[in-house]
C-alpha cells in the first residue's frame, strides 16, 4: 500500500548540481534501506546507490562514486541524492526503492518491494 514519491528531477548544465527527494506515502517504511536507479530509454534500469535505515552503510556505483552523495532523514522520512558535477552520460530517469533486503536492493533490484514513478534528469552540455 506504501507508494515512493520522488521529485527534484530537471534540465541542468554539465557541471551543475542537482537533488532528488524520495518520499514514501501512506505509512512509515520503518527499518527499510532505500536506494536509487536510473534508467536510459532502451538500456537496462542500473544501480545508483544504496543507504540503511541508520545511514552507515552507503553503496554507490563506480560511474557517480565522488560526485553523488546518498542520505536520507527518518525524521523527515526523506531519502536524497545530491548529485555533483553532472555529465551529459548522467541523463536519466531517476527511480527510488525500498526494500527490507540490503542484498534484494543492491543485487536483484527488480524484486524490491516499493518502486517511485521515476523523474526525469536530463544534463546538457
Known amino acids: 500500500q506504501v507508494q515512493l514519491v520522488e521529485s527534484g528531477g530537471g534540465l541542468v548544465q554539465a557541471g551543475n548540481s542537482l537533488r532528488l527527494s524520495c518520499v514514501p506515502s501512506?505509512?512509515?517504511?520503518?527499518?527499510?534501506?532505500m536506494g536509487w536507479f536510473r534508467q536510459i530509454p532502451g538500456e537496462e534500469r542500473q544501480f545508483v546507490a544504496a543507504?540503511?535505515?541508520?545511514?552507515?552503510?552507503?553503496a554507490y556505483a563506480d560511474s557517480v562514486k565522488g560526485r553523488f552523495t546518498i542520505s536520507r532523514d527518518n525524521d523527515k522520512r526523506t531519502m536524497y541524492l545530491q548529485m555533483r558535477s553532472l555529465k551529459s552520460e548522467d541523463t536519466a530517469v531517476y527511480f527510488c526503492?525500498?526494500?527490507?533486503?540490503?542484498?534484494?536492493?543492491?543485487?536483484?533490484?527488480?524484486?524490491?518491494?516499493?518502486w517511485g514513478q521515476g523523474t526525469q534528469v536530463t544534463v546538457s552540455s
Open positions: 501512506g505509512r512509515s517504511l520503518g527499518s527499510y534501506v
Open positions: 543507504i540503511t535505515f541508520g545511514g552507515t552503510k552507503t
Open positions: 526503492a525500498a526494500d527490507l533486503s540490503w542484498r534484494t536492493l543492491t543485487t536483484t533490484p527488480v524484486e524490491c518491494e516499493y
